[in-house]
């Protein structure tokens, strides 16, 4: 299971970290990724993580602004975002999988929304 927290209202230029809350086998076996969905459109891709932490990819709006990372001894996946734009608004997902990818299709496993909202 994922348990996704961290999400709230926030002013541009602000940051917030995201965290996901994994259990039952260890985060250490998955991959961890972010999505995140606004109303309407499609759920898109942001980050992703590999087991070891070794590799990380961002959607290009996204890079240099946000950070995933993660704390296997403690289960736990996070989003750092900072410079946060009023286009980041959205409900953010964390997800799972044994395999990486950046592809939403793979991913097995999800947790409930975070919404994150950043006003101008």
């Known amino acids: 299971q994922l348990q996704a927290s961290g999400g709230g209202v926030v002013q541009a230029g602000g940051s917030l970290r995201l965290s996901c809350a994994t259990s039952?086998?260890?985060?250490?076996?998955?991959?961890m990724g972010w999505f995140r969905q606004v109303p309407g459109k499609e759920r898109e891709f942001v980050a992703a993580i590999s087991r070891n932490g070794d590799r990380t990819d961002y959607e290009d709006s996204v890079l240099g602004r946000f950070t995933i990372s993660r704390d296997n001894a403690k289960n736990m996946g996070y989003l750092q975002m900072n410079s946060l734009k009023p286009e980041d608004t959205a409900v953010y997902y964390c997800a799972a999988d044994p395999v990486y990818s950046s592809d939403i299709a793979r991913y097995a496993y999800w947790g409930q929304g975070t919404l994150v909202t950043v006003s101008s």
């Open positions: 039952g086998r260890s985060s250490s076996y998955y991959v």
